[in-house]
Structure formats: structure tokens, C-alpha cells
């Protein structure tokens, strides 16, 4: 990968970001993995609603998880080190999964998310490169991320077949096994990550630069995360919706394309396209406001959810999940709030964007769980793509301003 420099950033050498990126990328595998292992051996040990579950608590728990460790970050003023023991922590934990019963699996699983909580702060440290390429910064992150999940996705369709699932065999083991070790290998490779901070006075840590459009008053930065409380909740609508469908696409493209092995290629494709656009998307990020492109995905949730709930042929099902929408947003949203929080409070603000991200995703999976029981998958989706739509309608309220002040 090409150096970075950092135009707001304190005087210090260029740094290469080979290794983090490579390490960025093990830990993504370690998510696509983990998504398809867990995901299809609770399918296998107590139905839907245990999906439900193992999807839904984990994610209240990075809800709170995500600001602890945001706050923490802010506190030590060390973001790398909270990335880096996250990692280490949460890869340990993927080893006694195997051999846990439904309530087991969960339980770790929410062990597991309290520190997953704090990875999102990689986001943070990537944001913080060049104050004036926010999101080709975050793009070369997305990049990674799309690439590592994709893999990871494939290699869960790869190693454990489907029959083999509901029981601790050792392909289930060696494929846990290989999902503890790529985290490991990522917090090694990210020690080289070395953090920046802006070269911000006192007055520039505690108070927002430009002024409250109200009153013309320097706005407090601790104001501006209530400001902001129109995308936290436009945020939980398109992620409860969302997630009415990807809680189950494990479980839905196995049974679509009649094996695990067929579903971890769909997998890998998505997460390939995600690679592949990633760094343009955070190259248009930085050239067009946020909040034009913060529109337009929500409106993709929206397309993507319809196109499930109508179930076309399967060709075209798989076409609409192959968009990464996740990306796009996760890529808008990061860099509109660090536009709009100062540094100080960063990793809080963007704590809370993900906070909000998972508490969607956790009501969508657990609301979702239980309405499988006695629907269709065609009609749960088509509840999500409603859910989806009212939170596209808030996006367009929550980013009706064009001005987007920078530090």
C-alpha cells in the first residue's frame, strides 16, 4: 500500500500502512467467519430463535460496549491500545465455542462483543491520518474490511459442512481455531499503526470551531453529540430493518443455493465488491458532502430490503446483496462525525454512531428471530424494508444541513 501523510496531524515521519491494512484485513476474515460459523451452528442447535439471539444480545452489548471503550479511548488518549486488546481478547474467546450448547455460544458471544466493542476505534485512528482525506482513509480501511469478510465468509463455507453442524467436530474446531489465530496475527500487524493527533489548542479541545446557526454562539462540544441525535436515530431504523434480513442470510442463501459451500461464494462475492469499491467510495465521500451520499445509501436499504421481500429469481437476490451498503454508511456517517465533533471528543462520537448501529442490528436480529417462527422470510422482509424506509425518511430530516464544519 502507498504511505500516508497526515496535513492535520503533528510533525512526525511518513508511515507505511502495509502491515496495518494487512492486519485490518486478518481481522475482518476473523468477522466473516465467526458470522458464518456462529450464525449456522445456532441454526443447528435451537432454530430461529436462537439465531435471534446469538445475533441480538451480542449486539446490546456493543451497544454500551462501543461508548465505554470510546470513552476510554478519549481518556488514555491511546486508541490504539484499546484496538489492540480488543482484538487479542475477543480472538481468545472464539476457542471454547465449539464446544458450548445454545445458552454457551451466547453467553460468549456477548463476552466477545463487550471488547469487539472496542475495534470500531480503528475507525477513530484511520480518521485521524489526514483531517483532509477523512474518507479515502476510511476507504482504504472499508477496503480491508470487505476483502477480510468476504474471505472469511468463504472459508466458513469452506471448512465445515453443513451436516456437521450442532456437534463440537473438529473440522468446527480447526475452523475456530483459524479464526482465533488471524486475530492474533491482526493485533500483531497493527502495533505498527503508529496514532496521530491534530495539533489542537485547549479552547480548540473543548469548543467545536464555527458557530451555533441559532445563535450565533460558539457551540460546546458535549452539544454537539445531542445535535447530532437526528442520525443516532435514523442510524437504529435502518439498522433494525436491515438486519431483519442479514441475521439470516447464512441460513437463507444455504437454503437458496442448497449449500454451505454455495453460500460462502455469495458471501465472498459481497465482500469482494465491498473491497473493490471501498476506496472510490471514500475518494466520493471526500469530493461530495456526507450528507448527499448519507441519502442516497439509506435509499439503497431500502432497495435492497424490496428486492428480498419481493424474492425474485434467486440471481437477482443475490445481485441486490452484493452492494455494500454497510460500507457506504459506515464510510459517510464516520467521516460526517468526525467533520463535526472535535478531537477530544471523537472517539466518543463515533463510539455512539456504532452504538447506535449495533443497537438497531441487535433489536432487528432478536425481533426478526421471533417472527420467523410463524412467517415467511418474504414477509419479515418485507417488515424490514418499512422499518428501512421510515429511517431513510430521517436520514433525509437529519441531513437536511449542508454545512459541515471541519477541524
Given at each position: 500500500?502507498?504511505?500516508?501523510?497526515?496535513?492535520?496531524?503533528?510533525a512526525g515521519p511518513t508511515q507505511s500502512l502495509a502491515l496495518p491494512l494487512a492486519g485490518?484485513?486478518?481481522?475482518?476474515?476473523?468477522?466473516?467467519?465467526?458470522?458464518?460459523?456462529?450464525?449456522?451452528?445456532?441454526?443447528?442447535?435451537?432454530?430461529?430463535?436462537?439465531?435471534?439471539?446469538?445475533?441480538?444480545?451480542?449486539?446490546?452489548?456493543?451497544?454500551?460496549?462501543?461508548?465505554?471503550?470510546?470513552?476510554?479511548?478519549?481518556?488514555?488518549?491511546?486508541?490504539?491500545?484499546?484496538?489492540?486488546?480488543?482484538?487479542?481478547?475477543?480472538?481468545?474467546?472464539?476457542?471454547?465455542?465449539?464446544?458450548?450448547?445454545?445458552?454457551?455460544?451466547?453467553?460468549?458471544?456477548?463476552?466477545?462483543?463487550?471488547?469487539?466493542?472496542?475495534?470500531?476505534?480503528?475507525?477513530?485512528?484511520?480518521?485521524?491520518?489526514?483531517?483532509?482525506?477523512?474518507?479515502?482513509?476510511?476507504?482504504?480501511?472499508?477496503?480491508?474490511?470487505?476483502?477480510?469478510?468476504?474471505?472469511?465468509?468463504?472459508?466458513?463455507?469452506?471448512?465445515?459442512?453443513?451436516?456437521?453442524?450442532?456437534?463440537?467436530?473438529?473440522?468446527?474446531?480447526?475452523?475456530?481455531?483459524?479464526?482465533?489465530?488471524?486475530?492474533?496475527?491482526?493485533?500483531?500487524?497493527?502495533?505498527?499503526?503508529?496514532?496521530?493527533?491534530?495539533?489542537?489548542?485547549?479552547?480548540?479541545?473543548?469548543?467545536?470551531?464555527?458557530?451555533?446557526?441559532?445563535?450565533?454562539?460558539?457551540?460546546?462540544?458535549?452539544?454537539?453529540?445531542?445535535?447530532?441525535?437526528?442520525?443516532?436515530?435514523?442510524?437504529?431504523?435502518?439498522?433494525?430493518?436491515?438486519?431483519?434480513?442479514?441475521?439470516?442470510?447464512?441460513?437463507?442463501?444455504?437454503?437458496?443455493?442448497?449449500?454451505?459451500?454455495?453460500?460462502?461464494?455469495?458471501?465472498?462475492?459481497?465482500?469482494?465488491?465491498?473491497?473493490?469499491?471501498?476506496?472510490?467510495?471514500?475518494?466520493?465521500?471526500?469530493?461530495?458532502?456526507?450528507?448527499?451520499?448519507?441519502?442516497?445509501?439509506?435509499?439503497?436499504?431500502?432497495?435492497?430490503?424490496?428486492?428480498?421481500?419481493?424474492?425474485?429469481?434467486?440471481?437477482?437476490?443475490?445481485?441486490?446483496?452484493?452492494?455494500?451498503?454497510?460500507?457506504?454508511?459506515?464510510?459517510?456517517?464516520?467521516?460526517?462525525?468526525?467533520?463535526?465533533?472535535?478531537?477530544?471528543?471523537?472517539?466518543?462520537?463515533?463510539?455512539?454512531?456504532?452504538s447506535c448501529m449495533f443497537l438497531g442490528a441487535g433489536a432487528g436480529a432478536l425481533l426478526?428471530?421471533?417472527?420467523?417462527?410463524?412467517?415467511?422470510?418474504?414477509?419479515?422482509?418485507?417488515?424490514?424494508?418499512?422499518?428501512?424506509?421510515?429511517?431513510?425518511?430521517?436520514?433525509?430530516?437529519?441531513t437536511r444541513s449542508t454545512v459541515t464544519p471541519r477541524d
Amino acid at each position: 500500500m502507498a504511505d500516508s501523510t497526515d496535513s492535520g496531524s503533528t510533525a512526525g515521519p511518513t508511515q507505511s500502512l502495509a502491515l496495518p491494512l494487512a492486519g485490518s484485513l486478518a481481522f475482518h476474515a476473523t468477522i466473516g467467519l465467526s458470522f458464518t460459523l456462529v450464525l449456522l451452528q445456532a441454526q443447528a442447535l435451537g432454530g430461529a430463535r436462537a439465531v435471534g439471539l446469538v445475533v441480538g444480545i451480542p449486539m446490546f452489548m456493543m451497544v454500551g460496549s462501543s461508548a465505554f471503550w470510546g470513552a476510554m479511548a478519549d481518556r488514555w488518549r491511546n486508541r490504539k491500545r484499546v484496538v489492540l486488546l480488543a482484538i487479542v481478547l475477543s480472538s481468545l474467546l472464539a476457542l471454547p465455542m465449539p464446544l458450548a450448547g445454545t445458552w454457551g455460544l451466547i453467553g460468549l458471544r456477548v463476552l466477545q462483543s463487550f471488547f469487539r466493542g472496542g475495534v470500531v476505534h480503528l475507525h477513530t485512528l484511520f480518521v485521524e491520518l489526514d483531517a483532509g482525506a477523512r474518507g479515502a482513509q476510511l476507504g482504504r480501511l472499508q477496503m480491508t474490511a470487505g476483502f477480510g469478510w468476504g474471505l472469511g465468509g468463504l472459508l466458513g463455507g469452506l471448512l465445515v459442512p453443513a451436516s456437521v453442524y450442532g456437534s463440537a467436530s473438529p473440522a468446527l474446531h480447526a475452523a475456530f481455531l483459524v479464526n482465533c489465530a488471524l486475530g492474533i496475527f491482526a493485533a500483531a500487524a497493527l502495533l505498527r499503526l503508529r496514532e496521530r493527533s491534530p495539533d489542537v489548542s485547549p479552547a480548540e479541545q473543548l469548543i467545536l470551531p464555527g458557530r451555533d446557526p441559532g445563535g450565533g454562539v460558539p457551540l460546546p462540544a458535549t452539544g454537539m453529540l445531542w445535535r447530532l441525535a437526528p442520525l443516532w436515530v435514523a442510524t437504529v431504523l435502518l439498522f433494525v430493518g436491515y438486519y431483519f434480513f442479514l441475521a439470516f442470510a447464512p441460513a437463507f442463501f444455504t437454503t437458496l443455493t442448497g449449500s454451505t459451500s454455495r453460500m460462502g461464494l455469495v458471501m465472498f462475492a459481497s465482500g469482494l465488491v465491498h473491497g473493490l469499491v471501498a476506496r472510490w467510495f471514500g475518494r466520493l465521500a471526500d469530493r461530495h458532502p456526507r450528507e448527499k451520499l448519507l441519502r442516497l445509501v439509506s435509499l439503497a436499504f431500502v432497495a435492497c430490503m424490496a428486492t428480498y421481500a419481493l424474492n425474485p429469481h434467486p440471481l437477482l437476490v443475490i445481485v441486490a446483496f452484493l452492494p455494500p451498503i454497510w460500507m457506504a454508511f459506515d464510510v459517510s456517517a464516520t467521516a460526517l462525525v468526525a467533520d463535526r465533533v472535535p478531537y477530544r471528543l471523537r472517539g466518543r462520537g463515533v463510539g455512539v454512531l456504532n452504538s447506535c448501529m449495533f443497537l438497531g442490528a441487535g433489536a432487528g436480529a432478536l425481533l426478526a428471530g421471533e417472527l420467523h417462527r410463524s412467517l415467511p422470510f418474504t414477509q419479515v422482509f418485507g417488515l424490514g424494508t418499512l422499518l428501512a424506509l421510515a429511517g431513510a425518511l430521517v436520514t433525509a430530516y437529519a441531513t437536511r444541513s449542508t454545512v459541515t464544519p471541519r477541524d
